[in-house]
């Protein structure tokens, strides 16, 4: 059964952005929930030590304009169709590569669909299933954003994966030359998991640059979400070549990480030329 995740009313018709789907809404907030919605990373970094270094905890930090323009990319209008294009089990049966493309990966039920649709808020008649069972989604799904770039939905692994979804996974990441970064989800109530580990691997042996999103931060205590952090940051620079320093904090149910996620995705698909801070 194919439920709407919380804060989502009616149908797809019926249905207006949610609250916090946009920047202006989040302006109107007071400057500490602010931050906490737009750089939740930037906020957990408060509660570090004095001296601490916070560097890798604001690498990417965009200005007001930049996270604006970001925003107009993922709103639908005339002359920019967001649309569902088509779903595929085999990387042959995907759309033409024409353009620059991220997809976003990582265990079953870690929130990749939930996060989509978050990103997607302002366009809702775009339909991103999102499902309360583990296993959901069974094929790449192809999403274009005008003309540009496409974002990709891929299969969970772990608990009620495809059985192929290595094979199609693994062949995507290879051949899929227009892939410009690989959104790795790890859930941010538990941190890295063994299964995490397998996507890790295969990104680093492939040479895949990618970025690692922590999901559902709503459910995870200050506490626990800053020591997943360290761990993970840890993680990163000691182990891998590929994954960018910085993690990404998101809550696709109370859009904290969502607005600078849109922001990233708009730099590294080329759309974005200058992200400095105001
Ligand atoms: N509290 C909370 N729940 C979330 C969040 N994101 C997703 N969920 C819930 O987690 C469950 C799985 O979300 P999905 O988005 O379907 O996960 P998925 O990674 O696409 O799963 P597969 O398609 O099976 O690979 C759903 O019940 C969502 O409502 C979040 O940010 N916060
Ligand atoms: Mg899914």
């Avoid at 970094?45 to 690498?59: I, V």
């Avoid at 299933?129 to 799904?141: A, D, F, I, L």
């Avoid at 059985?163 to 290879?174: R, S």
Wanted: include cysteine; proline fraction near 6%; glycine fraction near 8%.
């Amino acid at each position: 059964m194919l439920l709407p995740p919380r804060g989502w009313g009616g149908g797809a018709a019926g249905r207006s952005p949610p609250a916090l789907a946009a920047l202006s809404q989040v302006l109107r907030l007071e400057r500490s929930r602010r931050t906490g919605i737009v750089f939740p990373l930037e906020k957990l970094a408060r509660s570090l030590a004095p001296g601490a270094d916070t560097a890798r905890f604001r690498l990417f930090q965009p200005g007001l304009a930049a996270l604006q323009r970001a925003e107009t990319l993922f709103r639908s209008g005339r002359d920019h169709a967001i649309d569902y294009v088509s779903s595929a089990v085999r990387t042959d049966h995907a759309p033409p590569p024409a353009l620059p493309e991220v997809c976003f990966i990582g265990r079953s039920n870690v929130g990749k669909s939930s996060l989509i649709r978050a990103l997607f808020s302002l366009s809702p008649e775009v339909e991103v299933r999102v499902s309360k069972t583990p296993g959901h989604t069974k094929k790449m799904n192809f999403f274009k954003v005008g003309k540009k770039f496409t974002l990709v939905d891929m299969p969970g692994y772990g608990y009620r994966a495809p059985q192929d979804f290595v094979e199609m996974v693994e062949a995507y990441l290879q051949e899929r030359h227009n892939l410009k970064r690989t959104f790795l989800l790890v859930d941010g109530v538990v941190g890295l998991q063994k299964t995490d580990h397998i996507a890790v691997d295969m990104l680093e042996e492939f040479g895949i640059p990618y970025v690692m999103v922590l999901t559902k931060i709503d459910r995870a205590s200050r506490g626990v979400l800053l020591k997943n952090v360290l761990a993970i940051q840890e993680f990163v620079n000691e182990k891998t070549q590929g994954c960018f320093p910085q993690l990404f904090l998101v809550s696709s149910l109370e859009f904290s990480g969502v607005h600078l996620l849109r922001c990233f995705v708009a730099h590294v698909t080329g759309n974005l030329p200058t992200v400095d801070a105001n």
